[in-house]
């Protein structure tokens, strides 16, 4: 028997960086994850109430709100992804750090110990809800070192030629630096829930190396 679909839950908000967003999808839709994008609430652009303008003016059509996933496929605890990821962008990441049904969910997938990724700006969303994963190892945009260590993480510089590239994982937490890193967050997600093999063959079809 196949093994079922993972899926991953994306966050967008205004101001979001549009690279990691849209690598980190885009990789792990090549590794066959059922990825869905969903727009932080207040956040549109205009009058669609799916689309957003990301941090480099690039606009950006979600696939549904955040409410309405929650809704419709986490409402309860059984409905969870299997990862939600959060990409940077500072003012998408203080906007996702404002958002109470952010928090909300993150609050219910730590719980659940299931896998919560952020890069860049984006590990300060998790300072602001409640300080989630505190003690965990993280990374982060290198501006956020500071901010990190202060709120009891333990913030550390990916080494140089790690098998993970320059990605910290500690359990069911990913983290990374910053735009030019997300082929190795995308992959390193993409290894944890589709294997480390379709991983490899993903990352081969890329030349990613």
């Given at each position: 028997m196949m093994a079922a679909t993972k899926r991953a839950l994306a966050l967008?908000?205004?101001?979001?960086?549009?690279?990691?967003?849209?690598?980190?999808?885009?990789?792990?839709?090549?590794?066959?994850?059922d990825v869905?994008?969903?727009?932080v609430p207040g956040t549109e652009t205009g009058k669609d109430e799916l689309v957003t303008c990301c941090s480099r003016g690039v606009n950006i059509k979600a696939d549904?709100?955040?409410?309405?996933?929650?809704?419709?496929?986490?409402a309860t605890d059984d409905g969870l992804p299997d990862a939600i990821i959060l990409p940077g962008g500072l003012d998408g990441a203080k906007a996702m750090a404002q958002a109470a049904d952010v928090g909300t969910l993150?609050?219910?997938?730590?719980?659940a110990?299931?896998?919560?990724?952020?890069?860049?700006?984006?590990?300060?969303?998790?300072?602001?809800?409640?300080k989630l994963f505190a003690g965990r190892r993280v990374t982060s945009y290198p501006s956020f070192r500071?901010?990190?260590t202060e709120a009891g993480y333990v913030w550390e510089e990916p080494a140089a030629g790690s098998p993970l590239g320059r990605v910290v994982r500690d359990d069911n937490l990913i983290t990374s630096l910053g735009p030019a890193t997300t082929f190795d967050f995308?992959?390193?997600?993409?290894?944890?829930?589709?294997?480390?093999?379709?991983?490899?063959?993903?990352?081969a079809g890329l030349l990613y190396k």
């Open positions: 967008i908000a205004r101001g979001s960086e549009e690279m990691e967003l849209v690598i980190t999808v885009d990789v792990l839709r090549r590794c066959n994850v869905t994008v969903a727009l549904t709100t955040l409410q309405a996933y929650v809704e419709q496929h986490a993150l609050q219910r997938q730590q719980k110990g299931k896998l919560v990724a952020a890069i860049c700006a984006a590990p300060t969303v998790l300072v602001a809800h409640g500071e901010k990190m995308g992959l390193a997600i993409g290894a944890v829930l589709a294997g480390q093999e379709v991983a490899d063959k993903v990352a």
